[in-house]
Nanobody
Framework: VQLQASGGGLVQAGGSLRLSCTVS????????MGWFRQAPGKEREFVAA???????YYSNSVKGRFTISRDKAKNAVYLQMNSLKPEDTAVYYC???????????????????WGQGTLVTVSS
């Protein structure tokens, strides 16, 4: 399974970006798709996830500003990022995993497949 993330770039604070991630294989109802990010000098952190049921989960730092969605027909997941802040600057990674239990949905180790990352830079 291969994941390909795209859509990163340079944006001013307050602006918006939409990240996309395509999956090489059809996902199932048990597949959870997630977005994580890693800022320079910091550990990777959870951003958002969406389960096969459509349930969405967000970190507190992005809740209300970011929206995750998926298009099963296109084997794709998206991250709409609004009201961007300089602290959102990071490399964003999409990830996928099957059978992830709810208590692990924010753990990167629960995801078996990862994309290559796309850089988001928010200028102040």
């Amino acid at each position: 399974v291969q994941l390909q993330a795209s859509g990163g770039g340079l944006v001013q604070a307050g602006g918006s970006l939409r990240l996309s991630c395509t999956v090489s294989e059809r996902t199932s109802s048990s597949t959870t798709m997630g977005w994580f990010r890693q800022a320079p000098g910091k550990e990777r952190e959870f951003v958002a996830a969406i389960r096969g049921s459509g349930s969405e989960y967000y970190s507190n730092s992005v809740k209300g500003r970011f929206t995750i969605s998926r298009d099963k027909a296109k084997n794709a997941v998206y991250l709409q990022m609004n009201s961007l802040k300089p602290e959102d600057t990071a490399v964003y990674y999409c990830a996928a995993g099957n059978g992830i239990i709810l208590s692990s949905i924010r753990e990167g180790t629960a995801y078996a497949y990862w994309g290559q990352g796309t850089l988001v830079t928010v200028s102040s």
